[in-house]
């Protein structure tokens, strides 16, 4: 089985920072995008940032210039530094990747169980 955990959440005030962990563990082959997603009470989950295995990244327009995702390979765990907090920014942040489990093996679909960010002004 795979497992994703995200860390670092948190409460923080308006134009702090927090930083984002999610580790993936389990019987893992390769793993190729890994995406932060975040999800507000009442709103549709929408993609944060996302990076490939080769560290192409995208952004969600209203987070370019302030966050900024990373990953470490070797340690499967992909991270968000998240700067300038907004209260806007306040939702779950989930963690996603896509994971094959043996050479050869189709890749699937991951979660992580979320993390609380709350920002406040």
């Known amino acids: 089985q795979v497992q994703l955990v995200e860390s670092g959440g948190g409460l923080v005030q308006a134009g702090g920072s927090l930083r984002l962990s999610c580790a993936a563990s389990?019987?893992?082959?390769?793993?190729?995008?890994m995406v932060w997603y975040r999800q507000a009470p009442g709103k549709l989950r929408e993609l944060v940032a996302g990076i490939s295995r080769s560290g192409n990244t995208n952004y969600v327009d209203s987070v370019k210039g302030r966050f900024t995702i990373s990953r470490d390979n070797a340690k499967n765990t992909v991270f968000l530094q998240m700067n300038s907090l907004k209260p806007e920014d306040t939702a779950v942040y989930y963690c996603?990747?896509?994971?094959?489990?043996?050479?050869?093996?189709?890749?699937?679909?991951?979660w992580g169980q979320g993390t609380q960010v709350t920002v406040s002004s």
């Open positions: 996603y990747a896509q994971v094959s489990r043996g050479w050869g093996q189709a890749f699937y679909d991951y």
């Open positions: 389990g019987r893992i082959s390769s793993i190729n995008d």
